[in-house]
């Protein structure tokens, strides 16, 4: 006969709290919506007000100017107006190129590693100055991809209210806003999609081409397209992306194609030399890193992990078809687990499936430890490359394959559940 904890027993206390953290039931709309504002003051204003203030202009007091990364766009755009495109993928002349910007050396160099379709993404950029070319990329973008995100959840639940907020909030957004990157524009991309995936198949393969400007990202949507039978998406998908890189090649001609392989190597060699903090790294490969083993074991060990993941979300596809909003979030959660090239930054891309797993949770009552997984998911951005430099544990990959792991196991344990009625419209 088991023994019941009397009243005032320290294992009932303990037993009670565990119980809070489990089940969350203290979390509901009203008390996400206010930490969600707590979260937008502390981790989006605040930062940047601090950084703004501190610095020298757009100059912060290390030396590196608002945006970070966005002065290597920049200064890809301003080389391209000047007839020079190639010289993007030429360090010592893209640094030099940086350097004209504030008319002082920086403290550093930010990499053009891109390819060719994506500086005609960059290519309006310099007809501003750079102050205002950074506000408007960065809010242009942000907004595209908090609208769309609204639209996705909006499509799983017509009638939800009051997520703007949470949606502005996510850390995601502002660790790209801080870092001047693209991954708002790469998230708006996935989501617009992910959108288009039943109702407009061919619009949906045309927007999802658009990621050739970020490859890496790109690398499941064919077997996963392919997986589902979704042909029309999947050629509509390698159109888009050829023709897109085919204008690219009447910009910056064979020479910028040519200096683009060339320049190919420094990316390697920032992965294998650690040349971006392993602690900014989320993906498989960087937490091998982090663990001690030696380039060629991670590498190894990645591509066993990205396989694993890429042909489970193919069985799980080809098993039970899921619908298109959760193809969509299995997508890209796979997504997450494929490129070694991961950083912190590109967890925007977290908010599509978790936004997903919030309204099944919201539909199909929330599992034990669920609502707890989705805060830490939530908070990522923010705290992954922290909590890894404090606790040496690759917080980020493990989270990135905890996301996959819930997104998967929805979709085999209730492939079988009626969706409530008031989904059946939107599939």
Request: aromatic share 10%; net charge positive.
């Amino acid at each position: 006969m088991v023994p019941v904890p009397a009243a005032g027993d320290p294992l009932l206390a303990l037993s009670n709290h565990l119980s809070q953290i489990r089940d969350a039931d203290w979390l509901n709309a009203r008390s996400a919506r206010l930490y969600a504002l707590i979260a937008f003051v502390l981790i989006g204003i605040l930062p940047i007000v601090t950084r703004l203030v501190t610095g020298d202009g757009l100059i912060d007091r290390f030396g590196v100017p608002f945006g970070g990364d966005y002065i290597s766009f920049y200064t890809a755009s301003k080389l391209a107006l000047a007839g020079h495109a190639a010289d993007a993928w030429r360090p010592e002349l893209h640094k030099a190129a940086q350097d004209t910007v504030f008319d002082r050396q920086l403290n550093g160099y930010w990499a053009f590693f891109y390819p060719p379709a994506y500086l005609l993404v960059c290519l309006p950029l310099a007809l501003l100055t750079y102050g205002w070319s950074v506000v408007v990329a960065m809010a242009t973008t942000t907004l595209a991809a908090v609208k769309l995100l609204h639209l996705w959840m909006k499509r799983m639940m017509p009638d939800i209210t009051g997520v703007w907020l949470p949606l502005m909030a996510f850390p995601g957004l502002w660790m790209n806003i801080a870092c001047g990157q693209n991954a708002a524009l790469t998230a708006a991309i996935m989501t617009g999609g992910c959108l288009l995936l039943q109702r407009a198949p061919v619009l949906s393969g045309l927007v999802f081409g658009l990621l050739v400007i970020k490859p890496q990202l790109a690398i499941a949507i064919p077997f996963v397209l392919a997986a589902d039978g979704r042909w029309k998406t999947f050629f509509a998908a390698a159109f888009s992306a050829a023709a897109l890189s085919l204008a690219a090649f009447f910009v910056v001609g064979q020479e910028g194609y040519m200096a683009f392989f060339a320049d190919s190597h420094l990316a390697r060699e920032t992965l294998d030399k650690g040349l971006v903090e392993t602690s900014a790294m989320q993906s498989a490969f960087a937490g091998l890193k982090l663990i001690g083993l030696p380039n060629g074991v991670a590498y190894a060990g990645h591509a066993l992990i990205a396989l694993t993941g890429l042909t489970w979300s193919v069985f799980i596809i080809r098993r039970y078809r899921p619908d298109a909003l959760s193809l969509g979030a299995l997508l890209v959660s796979v997504t997450l687990l494929l490129s070694p090239f991961l950083v912190n930054y590109d967890l925007m891309l977290l908010a599509l499936p978790l936004a997903w797993l919030i309204v099944q949770g919201a539909h199909q009552r929330f599992r034990p430890w669920e609502k707890m997984v989705c805060v830490g998911l939530y908070l990522l951005p923010a705290l992954a490359r922290g909590l890894t430099d404090m606790t040496h544990i690759p917080v980020g990959a493990l989270m990135v394959g905890a996301m996959f792991m819930l997104v998967q196991s929805r979709i085999t344990k209730t492939a079988d559940i009626e969706m409530p009625a008031v989904l059946k419209p939107a599939i």
